[in-house]
T-cell receptor, first 114, second 112 residues
Framework: NAGVTQTPKFRVLKTGQSMTLLCAQDMNHEYMYWYRQDPGMGLRLIHYSVGEGTTAKGEVPDGYNVSRLKKQNFLLGLESAAPSQTSVYFC?????????????FGDGTRLSIL | LAKTTQPISMDSYEGQEVNITCSHNNIATNDYITWYQQFPSQGPRFIIQGYKTKVTNEVASLFIPADRKSSTLSLPRVSLSDTAVYYCLVEGSGGGADGLTFGKGTHLIIQP
């Protein structure tokens, strides 16, 4: 049981380039989330999804887009990367039966924008 | 949206009991309190969750007073491997993004 898998684990981009981060979960969870974590900071919610085909904005959505075409996958896109988006990105998922089920996190994607 | 406040850092020694308190004055009736642990270069990991009174599992205990405006995570007999950042979240029921804000957490350092 892999849980939550994020790819890639590391990536370096140049300003203006685009890329997509992939999150996959094998727990049949309805809810999925994307966070970013900057040095010495907590996690801030970028976007989240409450089910296949749905997305919603979190605390810091600007500069990012997401898609949830399949229940098990949640994609985070950067259309035109900026140095301010250098961060560690974490994906998480949680069960839908009870909103208070804990989140399960991946190990992160470390993204540097030059 | 209940905001949480917890100490930035704490130090302790191996074998001691560590208590980390989180304040959440605006907690709503349907909100739960959840604690996560994060090691460097890893995602947060669920430790314990509670609604009121006391909850205990194999890792920790969570104490919540009757007014629910604070909660205390208790780690018994800590070891060096308990050095990590601990986050307190107050999550609303019913979906949405309520409570999905991780503050800076408490950086717990365990010394030999």
């Amino acid at each position: 049981n892999a849980g939550v898998t994020q790819t890639p684990k590391f990536r370096v981009l140049k300003t203006g380039q685009s890329m997509t981060l992939l999150c996959a979960q094998d727990m049949n969870h309805e809810y999925m989330y994307w966070y970013r974590q900057d040095p010495g900071m907590g996690l801030r919610l970028i976007h989240y999804s409450v089910g296949e085909g749905t997305t919603a904005k979190g605390e810091v959505p600007d500069g990012y887009n997401v898609s949830r075409l399949k229940k098990q996958n949640f994609l985070l896109g950067l259309e035109s990367a900026a140095p301010s988006q250098t961060s560690v990105y974490f994906c998480a998922s949680s069960d839908d039966r009870d909103r208070n089920q804990p989140q399960h996190f991946g190990d992160g994607t470390r993204l540097s924008i030059l | 949206l209940a905001k949480t406040t917890q100490p930035i850092s704490m130090d302790s020694y191996e074998g001691q009991e560590v208590n980390i308190t989180c304040s959440h004055n605006n907690i709503a009736t349907n909100d739960y309190i959840t604690w996560y642990q994060q090691f460097p270069s890893q995602g947060p990991r669920f430790i314990i969750q509670g609604y009121k009174t006391k909850v205990t599992n194999e890792v920790a205990s969570l104490f919540i007073p009757a007014d629910r405006k604070s909660s205390t995570l208790s780690l018994p007999r800590v070891s060096l491997s308990d050095t990590a950042v601990y986050y307190c979240l107050v999550e609303g029921s019913g979906g949405g993004a309520d409570g999905l804000t991780f503050g800076k957490g408490t950086h717990l350092i365990i010394q030999p």
